[in-house]
T-cell receptor
Framework: SAVISQKPSRDICQRGTSLTIQCQVD?????MFWYRQQPGQSLTLIAT?????????ESGFVIDKFPISRPNLTFSTLTVSNMSPEDSSIYLC???????????FGQGTRLTVV | AQKITQTQPGMFVQEKEAVTLDCTYD???????LFWYKQPSSGEMIFLIY??????QNATEGRYSLNFQKARKSANLVISASQLGDSAMYFC?????????????????FGKGTKLSVKP
């Protein structure tokens, strides 16, 4: 299994500010995924991050709001920009080991915007 | 249409008994993967078990087994000998073979989850 370290684990932020979430994988992976889980809801894919190319965003998510970096094969960041209380969610990064079945997640970032 | 359906918003089970969490899926792909995750109140997603669409045997991992019925498009999770620590949200998920990036590395599509409560 892969070990995915995500930080911060939680944060309380003021509206209008931005938060950058970091995700580190202990092995090289092709794709990393960022998900959002709003309170009481399931996980929704925000975007897919490939190394060396622009992230691919799902419908309803835009780069200006959720810029993503993927500087190498083991690291990615997601920024939640110009936050509002509606951005209060758990944000999770994930990746899949090539050839293996399992998809693994970081510990999640519980974000509260006040 | 939902791709992953979990019809049980909440379930109760007595400690030491077995419980089955239901999951049905919808895909036209021949190659896909099915997953179950446990999410405790801390929010982390804990990978439990994986079943590939071409796997002939049902997957098992310790107390977890996946009852895979391909013709019925169901992938139910069976937890044997429930423990108090099993109380959590459980999510069924699918990775389609052709997704945005196809193959074995695509993103997951999640069901709405089932909240399992284990009673002492």
């Amino acid at each position: 299994s892969a070990v995915i370290s995500q930080k911060p684990s939680r944060d309380i932020c003021q509206r209008g500010t931005s938060l950058t979430i970091q995700c580190q994988v202990d092995s090289q992976v092709t794709m990393m995924f960022w998900y959002r889980q709003q309170p009481g809801q399931s996980l929704t894919l925000i975007a897919t991050a490939n190394q060396g190319s622009e992230a691919t965003y799902e419908s309803g998510f835009v780069i200006d709001k959720f810029p993503i970096s993927r500087p190498n094969l083991t690291f990615s960041t997601l920024t939640v920009s110009n936050m509002s209380p509606e951005d209060s969610s758990i944000y999770l990064c994930s990746s899949t080991l090539q050839g293996a079945g399992g998809s693994f997640f970081g510990q999640g970032t519980r974000l509260t915007v006040v | 249409a939902q791709k992953i359906t979990q019809t049980q918003p909440g379930m109760f089970v007595q400690e030491k008994e077995a419980v089955t969490l239901d999951c049905t899926y919808d895909t036209s792909d021949q190659s896909y993967g099915l997953f179950w995750y446990k999410q405790p109140s801390s929010g982390e997603m804990i990978f439990l078990i994986y079943q590939g669409s071409y796997d002939e045997q049902n997957a098992t991992e310790g107390r977890y087994s996946l009852n895979f019925q391909k013709a019925r498009k169901s992938a139910n999770l069976v937890i044997s000998a429930s423990q108090l620590g099993d109380s959590a949200m459980y999510f069924c998920a699918m990775r389609e073979g052709r997704g945005n990036y196809g193959g074995s590395q695509g993103n997951l599509i999640f069901g709405k989850g089932t909240k399992l409560s284990v009673k002492p």
